[in-house]
């Protein structure tokens, strides 16, 4: 994936090992790099998707823009809910509003739209350069059960920013 210069106020947020959309060290990774903007409380992604990520010709699969606005829109709660970093998606509604190119430099955006403590409504979208936005999502994240998490605990090890590795 292709990046772009970001503002200085921006933050970057840790990626893992594996994970399809951030894993570092996945072979058929997507390797995108998510960002906090706290003062507009969002996560960004500027990102440009490359063609082998298509479903027709210059159109990025649907499955692809789905990967993205989940793992978006779920990450926005890592600017609230600090050491609690493994949310999972309970529910997902997907709005594809126009086709989302390949090769040109888009943004993604994730935010919370209303919080609890073991659940959470999140949104993302992605925008052309324009602002037009291609695709939408509204999601429900929950908190997986502590057998889950304690079963995810050595992962955290793994679990940083970029820079730092």
């Given at each position: 994936m292709s990046h772009t210069t970001v503002p200085?106020?921006?933050h970057l947020q840790p990626t893992?090992?594996?994970c399809f959309v951030c894993g570092r060290e996945n072979p058929v990774g997507l390797h995108?790099?998510?960002y906090e903007d706290r003062e507009q409380q969002q996560v960004i992604v500027p990102i440009t998707i490359p063609d082998q990520y298509q479903g027709y010709p210059g159109i990025t699969h649907g499955g692809i823009?789905?990967?993205i606005l989940d793992e978006v829109s779920g990450r926005a709660l890592m600017m609230t809910k600090g050491e609690d970093l493994f949310w999972v998606t309970a529910k997902l509604e997907m709005r594809y509003r126009q086709p989302?190119?390949?090769g040109v430099p888009l943004t993604a955006v994730g935010w919370v739209v209303r919080q609890r403590s073991r659940a959470a409504e999140v949104?993302?979208?992605i925008r052309l350069?324009?602002?037009t936005v291609t695709a939408e999502v509204?999601?429900?994240v929950v908190c997986p059960p502590a057998e889950t998490l304690q079963s995810w605990e050595q992962e955290k090890d793994f679990w940083k920013v970029e820079q730092d590795i």
């Open positions: 200085a106020h921006w893992s090992r594996m995108i790099q998510f823009i789905t990967a989302t190119p390949t949104a993302g979208e350069p324009d602002g509204a999601a429900v």
